[in-house]
């Protein structure tokens, strides 16, 4: 079973500072996503990656296959950001998605 | 892609009944995924939720608590059963790892309060 480390648990930033978010994995992965959960407890899909980079406006996902390890990359944060960030593993196949624990980030202004 | 639509959104719950969500999916998909959410804590897949087949559960997950039923390619229902208070949870259905996919979707959960 992959067990799926976050960190940090909490984080809180000013307006316009850089985010890092980490995520470590223990068995190998076909895939890794990442999440972003509002208080409402919606959630919805911000990257999936199996190699390299990716961007989305001001978010940037990295994984280093090699090293079980990803990142999660927010520039210009803005209050709107907070949320909680979730790092989820799909081993492949039938499997559903192994979960970390999130990461709540508050973006103050 | 794919637009999920779950339903009741919340509930609240008196002990021992039991309580059925519905998720409903804009396309035909190969497997729907059942996850519950404790309060302060990450999602735990229940289930996997197979058209023509009985669904495979994740262990401390059991059929008689949580039946599931996937009638078809585009829904499926999650029951929780003779609940309890412990049972209060968040329970999201998903899809992933259709071929040509770029993401995983969720339905917009349902918020169970047992009382």
């Known amino acids: 079973k992959n067990e799926v480390e976050q960190s940090p648990q909490n984080l809180t930033a000013q307006e316009g500072e850089f985010i890092t978010i980490n995520c470590s994995y223990s068995v190998g992965i076909s895939a890794l996503h990442w999440l972003q959960q509002h208080p409402g407890g919606g959630i919805v899909s911000l990257f999936m990656?199996?190699?390299g980079k990716k961007k989305h406006g001001r978010l940037i996902a990295t994984i280093n296959i090699q090293e079980k390890h990803s990142s999660l990359h927010i520039t210009a944060s803005h209050p709107r950001d907070s949320a909680v960030y979730i790092c989820a593993v799909n081993g492949g196949g039938a499997d559903g998605l192994t979960f970390g624990k999130g990461t709540h980030l508050i973006i103050q202004p | 892609s794919a637009v999920i639509s779950q339903k009741p959104s919340r509930d609240i719950c008196q002990r021992g009944t039991s309580l059925t969500i519905q998720c409903q999916v804009d396309s035909q998909v190969t497997m729907m995924f059942w996850y519950r959410q404790q309060p302060g804590q990450s999602l735990t897949l229940i289930a996997t939720?197979?058209?023509?087949?009985?669904?495979?559960?994740e262990s401390g997950f059991v059929i008689d608590k949580f039946p599931i039923s996937r009638p078809n390619l585009t829904f499926s229902t999650l029951t929780v059963s003779n609940m309890s208070p412990e049972d209060s949870s968040i329970y999201l259905c998903?899809?992933?790892?259709?071929?040509?996919?770029?993401?995983?979707?969720f339905g917009q959960g349902t918020r169970l309060t047992v009382v």
């Open positions: 990656l199996s190699s």
């Open positions: 939720a197979n058209q023509g087949s009985e669904a495979t559960y």
């Open positions: 998903s899809v992933t790892g259709e071929w040509g996919w770029t993401e995983a979707f």
